[in-house]
């Protein structure tokens, strides 16, 4: 498995005497290292659920847009003096406002996830722009 703290343990094994290598891992459990190791595996994981209801949202998106063209209904409102929608396109027309918002989050969602795993692991690193810049880097801010 890439990215897993065995392959960590395996590495200082190979390369430090028994006794040494031991007292190194240890260290590194006390630090928490093995812990980061699964919340990144964690994260990874949940990018790959936000990516696919995004795919799965977006769909859903176009399936709407195309039924509110097929059922652009309007009816004749004397008190007003002008059309509006009936209620089901009133529904549709919401129900594809809704999609688009959710279809943003998850974007959002599935970036932030990406920008996190993607994080230098020495804490001396820069901070990528679209962290510092939150909320404002986000599609659905405001």
């Given at each position: 498995?890439?990215?897993?703290?065995?392959?960590?343990?395996?590495?200082?094994?190979?390369?430090?005497?028994?006794?040494?290598?031991?007292?190194?891992?240890?260290?590194?459990?006390?630090?928490?290292?093995?812990?980061?190791?699964?919340?990144?595996e964690?994260?990874?994981?949940?990018?790959?659920?936000?990516?696919?209801?995004?795919?799965?949202?977006?769909?859903?998106?176009?399936?709407?847009?195309?039924?509110?063209?097929?059922?652009?209904?309007?009816d004749?409102?004397?008190?007003?003096?002008?059309?509006?929608?009936?209620?089901?396109?009133?529904?549709?027309?919401?129900?594809?406002?809704?999609?688009?918002?959710?279809?943003?989050?998850?974007?959002?969602s599935?970036?932030?996830g990406?920008?996190?795993?993607?994080?230098?692991?020495?804490p001396?690193?820069?901070?990528?722009a679209?962290?510092q810049?939150?909320?404002?880097?986000?599609?659905?801010?405001?």
């Open positions: 498995c890439c990215g897993a703290f065995s392959l960590v343990e395996r590495d200082v094994r190979c390369v430090l005497h028994p006794a040494l290598a031991e007292e190194a891992l240890q260290v590194l459990v006390r630090a928490g290292v093995p812990e980061a190791f699964r919340v990144r964690e994260l990874v994981n949940y990018k790959k659920v936000s990516l696919h209801l995004h795919h799965q949202g977006s769909a859903l998106e176009r399936t709407l847009a195309q039924m509110t063209t097929f059922f652009r209904t309007s004749w409102d004397d008190r007003s003096g002008f059309y509006t929608h009936t209620p089901e396109r009133a529904e549709l027309s919401a129900a594809l406002s809704q999609c688009r918002g959710r279809c943003e989050a998850c974007y959002d599935r970036l932030l990406k920008t996190l795993c993607g994080l230098h692991r020495h001396d690193g820069s901070v990528p679209a962290l810049d939150l909320p404002r880097s986000l599609r659905c801010e405001g």
